[in-house]
Nanobody, 115 residues
Framework: QVQLVESGGGLVQAGGSLSLSCAAR????????MGWYRQSPGKQRELVAI???????NYADSVKGRFTISRDNARNTVYLQMNSLKPEDSAVYYC?????????WGKGTPVTVSS
């Protein structure tokens, strides 16, 4: 069974920075993608940034130039460095792993950006 363990997040003022990490524990077969999504109240969950199996990255337009996704393959961990945070970045951030036929989600970590 694969488990995703997220850490980071919290409260920060607008313009500040936060870093998230997500470690995948368990045996992972046929890695496809791993990255971050977010959901704020009343809105659908949306992609923030993701690594694909080919090593490419995709970012939401709203975070390009401000957020950076990185990974440590040896630790099956992805990171999300968030800079120049805005109040509209406030949401619960979820880690997602797609491996083989399955999608795995973390429990989510809240990020609150005050104006």
């Amino acid at each position: 069974q694969v488990q995703l363990v997220e850490s980071g997040g919290g409260l920060v003022q607008a313009g500040g920075s936060l870093s998230l990490s997500c470690a995948a524990r368990g045996i992972i077969f046929a890695f496809n993608a791993m990255g971050w999504y977010r959901q704020s109240p009343g809105k659908q969950r949306e992609l923030v940034a993701i690594f694909t199996s080919g090593g490419s990255t995709n970012y939401a337009d709203s975070v390009k130039g401000r957020f950076t996704i990185s990974r440590d393959n040896a630790r099956n961990t992805v990171y999300l460095q968030m800079n120049s945070l805005k109040p509209e970045d406030s949401a619960v951030y979820y880690c997602k792993l797609t491996a083989g036929p399955g999608d795995y989600w973390g429990k989510g970590t809240p990020v609150t950006v005050s104006s």
